[in-house]
């Protein structure tokens, strides 16, 4: 066990400095520079070439990009262009707000998912099945910004249920009133979200017990005469869990990355919004942020769901 | 003949149906057959027969709302299809021990060896954890297994195939059952392991003074063995007797097919004998008549009963149709 997770953590760094060089020069094959939007259309040719000397922008690319590790390791990612504020400020305020919903709307899918998927898998074509069934068709036939706008529309404007941008009330100064207000702001988002999102683990979860109720395994132990409850418990259940833990460990990724979707319809200022605006500004220094951040994000997404399927799986293990 | 007190499961015109597509297909129809103790009964067929079918209805595993099941199987005194899932369960594992085929998939892959033998004796009998522990290592080491203190923490994927179908087998007897079903247990399996598990069963069923149903489509398995013989055409027994009859007279042009297909050491020509065309799916099964006709076209019609019978030609040799009496292969006709 701890071998398999070492030696994939291991296998992680040189697959992080490919994406940091990566991410690197399709930052510099990008046009503009560090400069773009803070020289005065009167700085004479000389002086740009002068500044950009300075700065190092005619050094070889590796000496370059070197520079950039080593301020990446200061913490420093560059000024945004849009907010003329430091990179890591921005972000980690629109990070901050992302993991409160995105958060919020994982716990619920889960909540909701599994418990669904168990009992339509355990009572295939029974009602309570064919009820979840037409749930999920319906769902999956619906895009995922209509759902969102309608949601928004009912419960946001006729209702007047939840605030429908934002993602905290400006008014809300106390910590507690704070604290209560983002979550006013996340409810509707969440649910949506978790509504949509709960479509695939159902699914899914759903013809995993049904293979594993017909799988000889199963039949196995129900002629050691095995009650039916137990069989499901100790041998359906855990096997059909599988592919859903290994899946959670990567949906942690989108945590952070923020939904483009949720975060476009509902104003809320998120990851996902966040990276929409930069790009439509060309805010270079924001976007190389990111993309270098989701990069790493997906590494350790698919490092957690690893390690999840090694810790419950046996035969992935590593002797 | 053995008398009638010592039948302790008596096969009575079972007949087993599944839902296709809303309607009922019979896999096996009309089947009798008797197994006493310390006896071994081969049931042998093609894949497709109703053997397999015929194994898990006498251990209850069909699901009831696709399959319907007639007939009576009595198994110590009561009818086995009359009983509920909870009287079923005290019989599955406990009485009733089933074997099955392709050991890979048969055990649980997040389970570990010991538990997995060990869920049996939780739900049979009170022993303590200890005592299972210690069971569970006896019943390792019975099936012949090697390292059996680190076999038992190991998962199925670490052992071979011949460890993996030991393991089945100490599954199915770790209760000692008064009847053993064995599906198949060497089909997976290479030729030298199919002898020591051959050898395994035999030995267990001395033991435990069990009765053995071996399911194979491999007539050197039976002829190795097994003391009775039933096979199985198309859902129905088209020839029972024991192993001694139906080897040195076989009666059927199925079973004469059969055992002429099978390779023979002292035989002149390299050619085995084909049977033509294939066993029918359940929607294509012939519903009347000798369902083995289409497969010995040459035969006339007249040979063949309306309704085909098992008919006796000496003590506990049966043979179902009357096609039998001038069968004769097309190359000999």
Known sequence: MWKTVLRRVLIMIPEIIILSILVFLLAKAMPGDPFTGSIGPHTSAAQIHHLKEAAGLYNPWYEQYWNWVVHLFHGNLGTSFQYQEPVTRIIGNRAINTLWLAVFAMVLTYAIGIPMGLYAGRNQNKIGDTIIRVYTFVTMSIPFFVILVLGLWIFGYVLGWFPTTGSVSATANSGMATTLSRLQHIVLPGLLAALFGTVNIVQYLRSEVIDAKRSDYVRTARSKGVPTGDVFRHHILRNSLLPIAAFAGYSITGLLGGSLYTEMVFSYPGMGLLFLNSISYRDYTVITALVLLYGILNLFGTLLSDIILSAVDPRVRIQ | ?333
Request: net charge negative.
């Open chain 2, 1 to 333: 003949m053995a008398d009638e007190e010592n039948h302790f499961l008596k096969i009575e015109d079972v007949s087993t149906a599944f839902k296709i597509q809303g309607k009922y297909y019979p896999a096996v129809s009309d089947v009798s057959l008797d197994i006493h103790n310390d006896e071994i009964v081969a049931i042998v067929g093609e894949s497709g027969c109703g053997k397999s079918t015929l194994a898990t209805t006498i251990m209850g595993l069909h699901d009831p709302a696709e399959t319907k099941i007639g007939g009576k199987i009595e198994f110590e005194g009561q009818d086995l299809l009359t009983l509920n899932e909870d009287q079923m369960n005290k019989i599955r594992g406990a009485k009733i021990g089933m074997i099955f085929q392709d050991p890979l998939s048969a055990l649980n892959p997040l389970k570990r060896i010991g538990d997995q033998i060990q869920e049996g004796l939780d739900y049979h009998t009170k022993m303590t954890e200890s005592e299972k522990k210690a069971r569970v290592l006896e019943l390792v080491n019975q099936v012949g297994i090697p390292h059996p203190e680190r076999v038992i923490r190991q998962f199925p994927h670490e052992l071979s195939g011949g460890m993996r179908q030991r393991v089945v087998i100490a599954i199915a007897i770790a209760c000692k059952p008064d009847l053993m079903i064995a599906d198949e247990p060497t089909t997976a399996l290479d030729v030298t392991i199919q002898a020591q598990i051959l050898d395994l069963l035999k030995d267990i069923q001395k033991e435990n003074h069990a009765g053995i149903i071996l399911i194979t489509h491999d007539l050197g398995v039976v002829a190795e063995t097994a003391d009775e013989v039933a096979v199985m055409y198309a859902g129905q027994v088209v020839e029972k007797g024991s192993a001694k009859q139906i080897f040195d007279n076989p009666l059927h042009p199925y079973t004469r097919s059969l055992l002429r297909s099978m390779p023979q050491k002292d035989s002149e020509n390299d050619d085995l004998y084909v049977i033509e065309g294939s066993v029918p799916s359940l929607q294509k099964m012939p519903q009347d008549g000798c369902k083995f006709a289409p497969r010995i076209p040459w035969v006339p019609a007249s040979e063949h009963e309306a309704h085909p019978t098992m008919h006796e030609v000496e003590p506990g040799h049966r043979v179902r149709c009357t096609c039998y009496k001038n069968f004769k292969f097309q190359d000999e006709a």
